[in-house]
């Protein structure tokens, strides 16, 4: 029978833990729900950087040197464009290009950024089913001394260099989740929470509203993978922001950002003397290896995530494939 | 004193003549009023192709090879476009995207295609005025027994195969010409045609309500290079559309199409035999090798018709740089 593994991502830490899990789960068994706070109109495109790294890495062509954009790729249209006068900050392959150029497109012919994205996915040979947080466009905004940034300014273009005042997901109170997205929590053998940035990359999913009740609500096993690492996050902002929202910068911040519907935490070995304070929670905590450095171990946290998911459960962490 | 030389261009044979002229005339002398008919709305982006070729070849960046888009060019975009199901009959290279998204951004801002046009010329280093027939949208349209064709579809994807019923300037009733191109016909030392089509190049610059009068009415010279040559056009589908007009395939009928505002034909050498019957309608009549295979052609054929044009006037044909 096949499973319905449901994993919520974002960031460059859920593009390598999901480039782990397809080689370990069928693709037609992963349901994505993908981060869209990052979107932003660049050169009248609509780009949008976690559905993009998602999708490349579900086809095989994320570039593992970058973390983005895909592979044996050219900038040869970004330099004209500097000699055009036109921002360069956010870099755009000529590859990568035919994306935004067919994304910008379907949605401008009607159709939602749902229908777009599996259009393209299924151009790209994905089997996996990847659903963008809400077709209505939430975005995250960063409250900063210079003012308030879009995230890709912040993180790319100043080089998350600021001190953050607070976060907001602009439009979130007024969007509604896809009854995909909704239905697909529900009937989830296992929800997984990638090791992403809990507050730039998951909690802009958990803003729309619907999707956090329906993890409270769910009979599945929510696991989370946590994206730091001896108080410190692996790569990327996740400390100073997750200190913007008053959580300390440990696995124990990742457990109170997920607190109230987490089943079950994977932790790294590093954080291993914490594990107990946090079982007397009543969370299940998981020890393992979640620095994803090399391919084989996107592989082993792939199957020890799942492993953690099934055995709070009766659900098969096997292959069923 | 700087003089003011107007030149009505188009297609790859106009090209090529602006290619010769930029090297005989300094660029701030020169003022192209292009046509426009062509533009196409490719992959959601405002597309000129000969706005685009005769940009290209002010800043010194044409590729000679193929004679549209730029030199050194990869088309990255392009194979991956194909992969998304996107057409790609018309090609567009991943440098040349810089230009199409700039334009389409630029217009999306509020700016007029001839103001566009300017800021794109200026990044670019181009030195000459490049004037846009219309800011309006006019678009040729060849009817076949297929239907209404678009220029470039009947051009690049139908390969100019079918037989051609009508030429259509769909919108031009309705449209003004700037008036930056009246007042440069009015003021000009020289006005050229290239040797461009004369149905589908020019005809479209003609059929903006106000050209044809102001070219009527100019003190200047007005000179034609023939585009036909010993009874065919050197290449692409001028033949069969000059028919479809009901003009003869001959430096005869480029002087029919512009027989109300022409003083000068410049014709290649092959047609001397017929240069003193077109003589006797009143029409001054230069005879030069109009096939421009090589550079030095290029330059020859630009100073052929300077020379023609001033000749027929008190105009000084020297460079003034």
């Known amino acids: 029978m096949r499973r319905l593994i449901v994993v919520l991502t974002g960031g460059t830490g859920g593009a390598k833990f999901v480039d782990g899990l397809r080689q370990v789960v069928p693709q037609e068994e992963l349901t994505l729900i993908v981060n869209t706070g990052d979107d932003l109109d660049w050169w009248g495109l609509w780009v949008s950087p976690d559905l993009d790294s998602i999708t490349y890495v579900l086809a095989g062509v994320l570039s593992k040197e970058r973390g983005w954009g895909v592979t044996e ?14 921002p360069t900050w956010f870099q755009v392959g000529d590859r990568d290009l035919a994306m935004h150029l067919t994304r910008t497109k379907l949605l401008a012919e009607g159709n939602t950024l749902t229908r777009a994205t599996a259009e393209i996915a299924v151009r790209l040979g994905v089997k996996a089913r990847i ?36 976060v907001l997901f602009a439009g979130a109170e007024e969007v509604d989740p896809s009854p995909e ?21 998951i909690g802009p999913i958990l803003a729309v509203p619907g999707i956090r009740e329906a993890l409270r609500e769910t009979k599945s096993i929510v696991a989370a993978i946590s994206p730091i690492v001896g108080g410190a996050p692996i790569t990327g902002p996740a400390g100073v922001l997750m200190e913007s929202q008053g959580w300390p910068v440990s696995v124990g911040g990742v457990a109170q950002a997920y607190r109230d519907f987490l089943d079950v935490l994977v932790i790294d070995h590093h954080d291993a003397a914490v594990a107990d304070e946090l079982r007397r929670t009543g969370l299940q905590v998981h020890c393992t290896n979640t620095i994803m450095s090399s ?25 069923s494939a």
């Not at 790729?73 to 036109?86: A, D, K, P, S, V």
């Open 73 to 86: 790729e050219t900038f040869h249209c970004l330099q004209t464009m500097r000699r055009m006068g036109q």
């Open 295 to 319: 391919s084989e171990e996107k592989v082993a946290l792939a199957r020890a995530a799942l492993d953690a998911a099934s055995s709070a459960s009766n659900w098969p962490a096997a292959e």
């Open 181 to 201: 997205i909704l239905r697909a929590i529900r009937e989830a053998n296992a929800v997984l929470l990638a090791p992403s940035n809990p507050v730039t990359s």
């Open 131 to 166: 659903l963008p947080m809400s077709d209505a466009h939430v975005e995250t905004r960063i409250l900063t001394p210079l003012g308030e940034l879009s995230f890709e300014e912040y993180f790319v273009k100043r080089r998350f260099q600021d001190p953050v005042e607070a």
